[in-house]
């Protein structure tokens, strides 16, 4: 895996106390639009990382070929194999799902994996404890308004879902998940925005006075489908203007176990 170092100086942190600033992007369900979004995010020297299932009933995924491209620029992290909603299937079905995902994708690959998300987003302590066995660092999942290094790796938020909801449904959102401090970010960081490209403004300027992590999540087929690709380009471009520092979603997980002491030899992420 060619990555991942970050291009900037990490810009705090540095014994005074002060946190350091990231940016992280994360891009679900590995279809060829996703090549789209990798000639975007190179122009403006952004990181990413691009959780691919083996399959989905739902929508075609990439060729292995294509895979392998995005992994030799940006980091490839795992979806499951079928991109099944671990919630709704069997300990056994689900157990299988993660980890042959995980050889799947490392078959492919040729190194290892470290990054997981839960398809649909869902997730339990089951789920969890399924992604830590495996031998994930982390998985991310689709909990919103969270700009901060979360107390467990793997139930990690993001700050903003590239798609456009009414405030209520956003709250509504947050607390079916039992996101009540997203809610309460939503109302206060986020000044309860609407317009996506907009919310995540809220999460830069955020990120940028406080410290943390912006973390932008989209699916470019969703964005290929609204018509939006001038809505993210516009969007990278003011990313680019802010002094985080832009990471992958695996540097962020290995991260929070090298704080913790809690991995010694970690792969490269
Ligand atoms: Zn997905």
């Known amino acids: 895996m060619n990555i991942e170092h970050p291009r900037q100086q990490e810009s705090t942190d540095d014994g005074h106390g002060a946190r350091k600033k990231y940016v992280t992007i994360s891009v679900d369900d590995g279809h060829s639009t996703d090549l789209r979004t990798v000639d975007l995010l190179q122009q403006y020297g952004l990181k990413a990382t691009f959780y691919i299932p083996g399959a989905n009933a739902e929508r075609p995924v990439m060729k292995p070929s294509e895979v392998r491209e995005i992994d030799r620029l940006f980091e490839v992290g795992s979806h499951t194999l079928h991109h099944l909603r671990l919630t709704w299937i069997s300990e056994e079905e689900a157990r299988r799902e ?16 470290v990054s997981f998300c839960y398809p649909g987003g869902k997730f339990n302590r089951r789920a969890a404890a399924q992604v830590a066995e495996a031998g994930f660092l982390g998985a991310r999942t689709c909990r919103y308004f969270q700009n901060d290094f979360p107390a467990n790796p793997f139930s990690w938020d993001i700050s903003t879902y590239a798609n456009t909801y009414p405030a209520y449904v956003q709250l509504r959102h947050c607390l079916l998940e039992y996101n009540f401090a997203g809610a309460y970010n939503y109302i206060t960081t986020f000044k309860a925005r609407v317009p996506w490209a907009s919310q995540f403004i809220c999460a830069l300027e955020a990120v940028s006075r406080d410290g943390g992590i912006a973390h932008l999540y989209f699916h470019s087929w969703e964005i290929d489908q609204n018509g939006e690709w001038a809505e993210l380009e516009a969007l990278f471009k003011i990313i680019a203007q802010y002094s985080l520092t832009p990471v992958t979603n695996g540097y962020l997980f290995r991260r929070w176990h090298e704080k913790r002491g809690s991995v010694n030899s970690l792969p490269q992420v």
């Open 98 to 113: 993660v980890c042959d995902g995980k050889k799947a994708s490392e078959d492919m690959l040729g190194h290892e994996v």
